[in-house]
């Protein structure tokens, strides 16, 4: 069973930095793609950022380009997330995710099957 376990939230100030851990039970490489999205009171959850784990592609919403930077490390199986000058609109659960499948442009919640428990980001003025 895929097991998914985030870390790393927390509060800071706009402005400030965060680093978001995945832990996978099983090798990140037998996934096709992993991911991270996001979800603030009343709002529809978004995708953020997602890489591709055979060739470290990787794709981010215009929100995140520029600010936020998704890695793998293998031997850990874990994905990251480094989120840099943090706005307050950043707020929100976080959410790793991962699927199988093929190559899409896209990051849509629909295409995958495995999430984790979510860690919450609160970003203050």
């Known amino acids: 069973q895929v097991n998914l376990v985030e870390s790393g939230g927390g509060s800071v100030q706009a402005g400030g930095s965060l680093r978001l851990s995945c832990a996978s039970s099983?090798?990140?490489?037998?996934?096709?793609?992993m991911a991270w999205f996001r979800q603030a009171p009343g709002k529809e959850r978004e995708g953020v950022a997602q890489?591709?784990?055979?060739?470290?592609?990787?794709h981010y919403a215009d929100s995140a380009k520029g600010r936020f930077t998704i890695s793998q490390d293998n031997g850990k199986r874990t994905i990251y997330l480094q989120m840099d000058n943090l706005k307050p609109e950043d707020t929100g659960l976080y959410y790793c995710?991962?699927?199988?499948?093929?190559?899409?442009?896209?990051?849509?919640?629909?295409?995958?099957?495995?999430w984790g428990q979510g860690t919450q980001v609160t970003v203050s003025a």
């Open positions: 995710a991962a699927r199988h499948g093929v190559f899409l442009a896209t990051i849509d919640s629909t295409d995958f099957p495995y």
């Open positions: 099983e090798f990140i490489a037998n996934y096709k793609c």
């Open positions: 890489i591709y784990t055979g060739g470290g592609m990787t």
